[in-house]
């Protein structure tokens, strides 16, 4: 079977389950089953009420651009929703997979990569349940950005860069990773750096319009505006929680990786231009205050660079440590609980 036939039997297989899961789980009951966020971008959609929303719907632009194509068609904002976050995690699939045939993963590595994608609580099952939510949209563009820059030439990169900055404020990752990669080179050629400068631009005019201008921008910078936004990390709980939810980012493969930490020293070592795609979603989780558990999933594109490493430095046979990583993304993403608006956010957003 060919890569790219695989890769489309992996996306199938991962919004089969996506979809069994969110009848299985059902829809929130919050706002008629739009969420706690989604009557914001109900109107965004629908009143084409953008300039009115927060600052926070703002900086997440392709998800109601996404949302009134398919409104366009559907005529229901939860209906638009839901296809929104389908076509997401197709996304994310395909970026993945792509992402893992750069490092010539196997496809034992690569069925077991995205059955996790498919099980994590975020972004991925909780948006089955609450659809509202930019942040699988926002995840799997980031994701897309970053495997653009792996395999794609310069036409397709800037595609890419610009899809992550439209996705979310964290989008920011791809860019950096490419600015990264290229001075990594010792600059390299050219154009894969004037590929990622409308990615860059794009971003920096997102952010300066959801702010109200370039003082907005700057506000971010102020170390007293830092320090409020990060005063969580100054509780035990939130700290724990903060650091369980950092382990199991990619369900039982990052578990797995954390096992032997070194391994992780010697990618960074190797490719220092990664700790673009490490430092970028940290800054973001460090001020995400309660929206922590959903911001820890943009480091999903640096693990999905681990996973395609660890296959070209694991030397012992797979299927042994494959099926333990299976293993304890089910025991940690717990895929067969039904969810409610309690449990949403006692498991989740905790």
């Not at 997440?60 to 005529?75: I, K, M, N, R, S």
């Not at 952010?207 to 990060?230: H, I, K, M």
């Not at 490493?309 to 099926?323: F, G, K, M, V």
Request: hydrophobic share 55%.
């Amino acid at each position: 079977m060919s890569r790219t036939t695989t890769n489309v039997v992996l996306a199938a297989a991962a919004v089969i389950a996506f979809l069994v899961y969110g009848a299985y789980a059902g829809r929130t009951s919050i706002n008629d089953g739009l969420g706690p966020d989604g009557p914001a971008y109900a109107a965004m959609v629908t009143c084409h009420d953008v300039q009115g929303r927060s600052v926070g719907d703002r900086v997440w632009p392709a998800f109601p651009l996404a949302t009134a194509a398919v409104y366009a068609v559907t005529g229901s904002i939860a209906t638009s929703f839901a296809a929104v976050n389908v076509v997401a995690l197709i996304v994310l699939v395909i970026a993945a997979c792509l992402i893992l045939d750069a490092a010539s993963s196997p496809p034992a590595v690569k069925v077991c990569t995205i059955a996790t994608l498919s099980l994590l609580g975020h972004p991925t099952l909780t948006a089955a349940y609450n659809p509202g939510e930019p942040y699988l949209l926002g995840v799997a563009l980031a994701t897309l950005g970053v495997a653009t820059i792996e395999t794609g030439g310069p036409l397709v990169i800037a595609i890419g860069q610009v899809a992550a900055a439209l996705g979310s404020p964290v989008g920011l990752v791809a860019p950096l990773y490419g600015i990264a990669r290229w001075m990594r080179a010792i600059r390299g050629d050219f154009r894969e750096l004037l590929a990622v400068a409308p990615g860059l631009l794009v971003w920096l005019l997102i952010q300066t319009w959801a702010r109200g201008g370039p003082a907005g921008l700057l506000d971010l910078l102020r170390v007293s505006r830092v320090r409020s936004d990060a005063v969580l990390w100054t509780e035990l709980a939130f700290i724990l929680f903060g650091a369980y939810f950092i382990l199991t980012s990619l369900g039982g493969l990052t578990i797995m990786f954390w096992s032997r930490p070194e391994r992780i020293r010697e990618t960074l070592r190797a490719r220092a231009e990664l700790w673009a795609m490490v430092v970028a979603p940290l800054v973001f989780v460090a001020t995400a205050g309660l929206e922590v558990p959903a911001a820890i999933a943009f480091l999903i594109p640096f693990w999905l660079v681990v996973a395609g490493d660890w296959n070209r430095r694991h030397t012992a046979p797979l299927a042994a440590p494959l099926l333990l990583a299976a293993a304890l993304t089910i025991l940690t993403q717990r895929p067969w609980t039904k969810m409610n608006d309690t449990a949403y956010f006692v498991d989740w957003f905790p």
